[in-house]
DNA sequence: TTTATATTTGCTAATAAGGAAAATTATTAT
DNA sequence: ATAATAATTTTCCTTATTAGCAAATATAAA
């Protein structure tokens, strides 16, 4: 058995924080309901694909769903409340190396999104 | 073949990068050593274990031996020519998480040309 | 309750994993 | 260059795991 993690619990965590059923889940990875059920169960361990599949359905790195979350700290950002055209005006006005820390940050960022969606598109054509 | 990432060829990099013989990597992982002539060459699957084992042998993230960078690179370069204003469209797009991640970089860099703005002021006066 | 939905389990065929050893492919020394 | 050594890949075979269907159980809603 698999003493290292309980990805089975942290699954089924990922799965009805995201509002779905083993059947719902189980029609986005392509694979029949009785598998997450057994998955979820630690009957079977789930394949690379899944879990490239079940990361890129939660929004969250394959570590996550395998080793169970540590922080799951929630920011409060009272700044938040801001117009975001507000402070796009405010990063024009930026030292050029603050400005690109910024950039870096948001590139990463998106670059991950966009990663996670290019492979959604994969398995929806 | 259809296969989501090229794990095989990432784990004979990381290999590789880290000087290790197939055989010096099996006793590491406590497996046979034509196991990772398998895996390397997409015959076998790692299982969950190996992937936890290589993660910390490596040093780098699942994902990473998972997905590989290649991919995630090309994508980042295309987002380098965007602009800003496209990006900051993208950000709304993103988990909460790491939308919050953003602001508060953003945020942080704000504040502190407030200050260094404020210090001018103070002097020039 | 009854009905509908969701999850789990039993069974067998198909697929993958694992070990021993042979075959192939570098790599190094002479 | 050839021979010897080390490293990697492949072959054969046995065992273990998984996929898919049907049926059973559980959970939820009316």
Redesign the interface.
Known sequence: M?Q??N?GANIKAYRKANKLSQGQLAEKLGVHLTHISRIENGKY?????D???L?SIF?V???DI??GKTDEKH?E?D??KTP??E??K??????ER??S???N???????????KD??EQ?FTS
């Open positions: 698999n290292l993690s990805i361990k789930p394949s690379i694909d879990l490239i599949k990361s929004e790195s394959i570590d395998v080793k920011i950002d700044l938040q975001l055209y402070k796009i405010m990063i024009e006005e930026l030292a603050d400005k820390t910024i950039l940050v948001i590139d990463s960022m998106l670059t991950k999104k966009k990663f290019f492979l994969q």
